[in-house]
């Protein structure tokens, strides 16, 4: 498992070791998204969707994949869509799924250059071991023009909100996972990932370092998940 410093997890993180933790929750894993989230993980990939304006026809690279809820809801807009994950587990536990499924590593995915229209990436750029990396190797197999969409956890704007919300990850997350995950200590990672994160700001700042343009950004959910919507 990834190392933490203090209370926080280090993003200085292992992938063959994420991908192990990954592995070790794939059985149970659309179940306890949905539990922690309250069911606000359907509506999280409905506007990812939105937010990548995707076309028939079109080709898209939907990363970090996981068991491919998140690329059947992309394919509903008649685009061709493969779901690629590190995770092994992950992509077996979605086998059934009749979606493509790619295994492969953020930091050096197995495409071409420039064959995707557009690529997103849900909660796990801050699992790839070094995500500006990560977005560079994105970047590479977009066409020039292609659009990019990061959905991930980030910081809700309200003050008092964000407190409460952050005290749900540390105490409440853990406690909850235990009853419906198959690995629930990975999900004690997976909060401290997220208040490790950067904050809209400086993801934006970031994903524009790696090479994409007209970087923008919205908050869902009081800001508890962020879109960030780029170009190539």
Request: glycine share 8%; net charge positive.
């Amino acid at each position: 498992m990834a190392t933490t410093h203090g209370s926080r997890a280090s993003l200085d993180k292992k992938p063959h070791e994420v991908a192990s933790m990954f592995d070790g929750v794939a059985k149970r894993y659309d179940l306890t998204n949905t539990v922690l989230s309250f069911g606000q993980d359907r509506s999280w990939r409905k506007a990812t969707r939105a937010a990548l304006d995707l076309k028939p026809g079109e080709r898209v690279l939907d990363l970090a994949a996981g068991t491919g809820v998140s690329t059947v809801e992309l394919g509903r807009s008649g685009a061709w869509v493969v779901a690629t994950d590190f995770s092994k587990g992950m992509l077996h536990a979605g086998a059934a799924r009749r979606v493509p499924m790619v295994a492969g590593d953020a930091m050096a995915l197995p495409y071409a250059d420039a064959v995707f229209d557009a690529a997103t990436i849900s909660f796990g750029l801050r699992n790839v071991s070094d995500f500006e990396a990560g977005l560079r190797e994105i970047a590479r197999v977009t066409k020039p023009g292609g659009r990019l969409v990061v959905s991930e956890f980030s910081t809700p704007t309200f003050g008092p909100f964000r407190q409460v919300y952050m005290e749900y990850l540390m105490k409440a997350l853990p406690w909850v996972a235990r009853a419906v995950s198959s690995n629930p200590d990975a999900y004690v990672y997976l909060a401290e990932s997220i208040r490790a994160w950067p904050t809209q700001e400086q993801l934006a700042a970031t994903i524009e370092a790696a090479g994409w343009r007209h970087v923008q950004w919205r908050n869902l959910t009081g800001g508890i998940v962020a879109l960030h919507r780029a170009h190539r």
